[in-house]
């Protein structure tokens, strides 16, 4: 049997692409339909309040759309608001890339000792480290927000020399502390994965949560018998505030074609399906 | 006569408290009303579209606050939104960052020949250059925009040798092009006088849009007979998100004493307003 309805997807950008990225390998049969928040965006530095409202509203359009699994590419959202995202996802199943990132750094790390990049909002959480320690308590977790990456991926300083002497900045401390597991705790980090690991030398894994997170997906899908079997539609992409910009980012992250993004008004959205 | 009612000073974010500080040290008589859109900010990116919603909104809310003027201290909003405020505050002056440093530069520049610096949503608009050949025709404008200034400035890499890095690459073509005055188009921008200054070399006149605002908001005010001779209150602040970051971002920018900030739901206080 083959299950056509759509997975939802969404970010608080268009860094979420790069999750999308991941799916469309993994899984080529299903359609996908992604929401970025590009109007709100970025939600790393703001309160955990309005990233908590922000979430909700998005789950409530996507649920309108008749998705059968939500895949949450922002690792802020994954961070704090997942428990608001389940709240409104009811029965259908609700995946965040921090827990299949988490996962993978326990299988990884040899020396129990891993380190975690990201932005404020998922540092200040402390999801990955609440995570893994869940999982494992004997490892040691190092986080560390590296805020300034996000807009020099956006800027398109990926192998310049101002990305590595940023980089430096911010791994040398996780370097000196013996970490052996990298985890790239945001959706734009995989696209800084040369100079990353230029600055890494070799010594340390790197765990791009979002190639981990489409494997999870497809397992999910396949434990409940709810994959597609032959691609329904095309892949649907919205928006909440669009400019050229935007356009010639979108296909940096998703590394492939797509389809226009369509720009829509999420409370206008919201006040209809009232 | 001494008018009591405050200014009222609005920015995307905290950067506009630069202005803030320019204009106690002009104006210490005044009381300032300031709100930042924290929830929303940065501006910078976003389409003109949303940029004039935000602007509408916020004057709308401080209309409320019975001010007797407002002062636009985002750049970007100056840049592509000015008319949009102006019709909501009617008859009450309003006075955007772009002209003053307009007007300084064509005072300033020998050679015409003049170079900008700002955000996306400012350069796209050619606020300046549009601003400055309306007064002089003559003189020949190159704006550039610097994405990775404000958040450099954000994160505290002011006195960094990554933010020089960024500076030479972003300034020498402005240089190359024989620029004589530089007009620091964003209210971030102050903050790195410094490695500008080192970048340009002394060979460039630097004009802060945010001083020479400060100065014609004190003339206009003068001009209408409507400067506060004595202080009456404490200066407010909003926000429409808060975190700690933001208070310590608030102090960088202010660079001095401020009250707490209050944070406020733009949406709930215009429905109230309705």
């Known amino acids: 049997m083959s299950d056509i309805r759509p997975i939802g997807v969404f970010d608080s950008g268009l860094g979420g692409l790069t999750v999308v990225h991941e799916l469309r390998e993994a899984l080529p049969e299903e359609q996908l339909i992604y929401l970025g928040d590009t109007l709100r965006c970025p939600y790393g530095g703001r309160s955990i309040e309005a990233i908590k409202t922000f979430s909700r509203e998005i789950t409530t ?48 790390s040899v020396d129990r000792r891993v380190g975690v990049i990201g932005t404020k909002a998922t540092v200040r959480a402390g999801a990955y480290g609440n995570g893994i320690r869940a999982l494992d308590d004997r490892v040691t977790v ?22 590595e002497l940023v980089l430096e900045e911010y791994l040398d401390e996780l370097i000196d502390l013996g970490v052996d597991t990298l985890v790239l705790g945001c959706t734009h980090y995989p696209l800084l994965a040369k100079p990353i690991h230029r600055v890494l030398g070799g010594r340390i894994e790197v765990i791009d949560s979002a190639w981990w997170t ?19 539609g095309h892949d649907r992409f919205y928006a909440t505030d669009m400019t050229d910009e935007f356009n010639r980012q979108a296909s940096i992250f998703l590394r492939g074609q797509m389809d226009a993004i369509i720009e829509i008004d999420l409370h206008n959205e919201l006040n209809e399906i009232q």
């Not at 899908?221 to 597609?228: F, G, I, K, S, V």
């Open 142 to 163: 190092y986080e560390k927000a590296c805020p300034l990456l996000v807009p020099l991926v956006e800027e398109g300083f990926i192998d310049s020399k101002v990305t």
């Open 214 to 232: 489409a494997r999870e997906t497809k397992q999910i899908l396949t434990d409940r018998n709810e994959l597609a079997v032959t691609r329904e």
């Open 61 to 108: 359009f996507l649920m309108k759309q008749n998705v059968k699994m939500i895949v949450v590419a922002c690792n802020t959202v994954s961070a704090v608001a997942l428990d608001d995202v389940m709240e409104i996802a009811g029965d259908i199943p609700v995946l965040g890339v921090v827990g299949p990132g988490s996962r993978a750094a326990i299988h990884t």
